[in-house]
């Protein structure tokens, strides 16, 4: 069983049902395919979290299935800017304050970070992303997530092998 996270008392405060998944030395992980790879799960249910800033505004953070690409025009029409970048590694810990691998946008609801949730989750059921810490899942309804998060769903990706 994994420890009890903050991510995962808030999902309880807001009665929302999760699974919480650990998985090996989360050290020798370097990305949301391999993490989906290893527990056993398709990789279109898995969802990294990834930090962007657009030119001149406050970051914000996109939730996009592990075999898929964020593409950054389509990201920037839905923020309403011209142009968005991805931040560094660096950049997105020193931002979020987590470790890349462990960004969680459970863990920073009381941040007020703008979510944008890739439109292909809306057809799931449940998804997967972090717990806020590397080596832990939560597997979360998609709909109740959105809600907590406030998560504006739009086409942000490009499919695999584009």
């Not at 020798?28 to 799960?41: C, D, I, K, N, P």
């Not at 459970?106 to 439109?119: E, F, I, P, S």
């Amino acid at each position: 069983m994994a420890a009890k996270l903050n991510t995962m008392r808030l999902l309880e405060q807001h009665n929302i049902p999760y699974e919480a998944i650990t998985y090996g030395d989360a050290d020798t992980f370097h990305s949301a395919e391999e993490v989906a790879e290893m527990l056993g799960v398709p990789p279109h249910i898995v969802y990294k979290t990834l930090v962007v800033e657009p030119a001149g505004g406050k970051p914000a953070l996109a939730l996009v299935a592990s075999d898929r690409s964020l593409d950054l025009k389509k990201l920037a029409a839905a923020m309403g800017v011209k142009k968005v970048s991805m931040a560094a590694h660096k950049d997105a810990e020193r931002l979020t304050g987590l470790r890349a691998g462990g960004i969680s946008p459970l863990a920073l609801t009381h941040k007020g970070w703008a979510v944008y949730l890739d439109q292909p989750a809306t057809e799931l059921e449940h998804i997967l992303i972090s717990a806020g810490q590397r080596g832990t899942q939560v597997r979360v309804p998609t709909a109740a997530l959105m809600t907590l998060l406030r998560a504006r769903v739009a086409e942000i990706s490009a499919p695999p092998d584009e």
